[in-house]
């Protein structure tokens, strides 16, 4: 009966409960490599009786709020991933508003990216954005190549399976124009075939809206990576919640397959 009445505290494995303090977790290993699948920007919408571009809109200053404190935290990378269930069933006027997103993203914080020394990168097929997107895009990148502070790494029509195989293809390639021999191919080798190849494997996945699923992200470099999973939707994610999500992880010892 008591159950009943328990407060219902999240997932158990998520660890900290009460208030983390920046100070505590500053004590412990920051993970170098954070993954977060964003999900929640239209339920986040719904439960306002908004309309949908209101929760990409929200999710988009989470976006800029979350890459501060973790460039702040020392985190090295940040790997952003939009999952999206319904793209084919979104309306067009919705699809049309998320390509503009970008664009207002960058027009309107990539001089305080540039300040703050972070480096912007994608993964995924940049040819399959619309022109204006890529535009600034590009521009993005080119103006922060030269920074060494926090990499910021979008993951755009992203598939793990299809980076996977276009790796395999590629390697195959490679052997029979004899660039690589057989004898050669381990997991490093394979890993520089990815789309990856200039991050190391995420320390740390966070996935928000409560759902338990890796929707064919980065399936290969998640091998040992400590997963952190929260009902709280993605506009809503807080810099509380990025603090309870690292000082979960470092409570749990991480085992890389051993004992
Ligand atoms: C350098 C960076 C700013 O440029 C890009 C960044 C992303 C993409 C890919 N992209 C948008 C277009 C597409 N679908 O390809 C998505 O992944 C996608 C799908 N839904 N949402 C809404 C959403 C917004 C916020 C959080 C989750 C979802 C987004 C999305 C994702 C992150 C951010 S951050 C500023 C805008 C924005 C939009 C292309 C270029």
Known sequence: MLNLFKKWKGHPQSGAQQHVMKEDILKGEIPEHIAIIMDGNGRWAKKRALPRIAGHHEGMKVVRKITKQANNLGVKA???YAFSTEN??????EVEYIMKLPEEFLNTYLPELIKENVQVRIIGDRQKLPEHTLRAVN????????NTGLILNFALNYGS???ILNAVQSMIKDVKTGKLAETDIDEKLFSDYLMTHFLQDPDLLIRT???IRLSNFMLWQLAYTEFWFTDVLWPDFSEQDLLKAIYTYQQ????????
């Open 161 to 163: 399976r299809a980076e």
């Open 209 to 211: 809206s409560g759902e």
């Open 252 to 259: 749990r010892g991480r085992r890389f397959g051993g004992i």
């Open 139 to 146: 521009r993005a990148i080119n103006d922060t190549k030269n």
């Open 88 to 93: 084919w069933k979104r309306p067009k006027t």
């Open 78 to 80: 940040l790997t952003l």
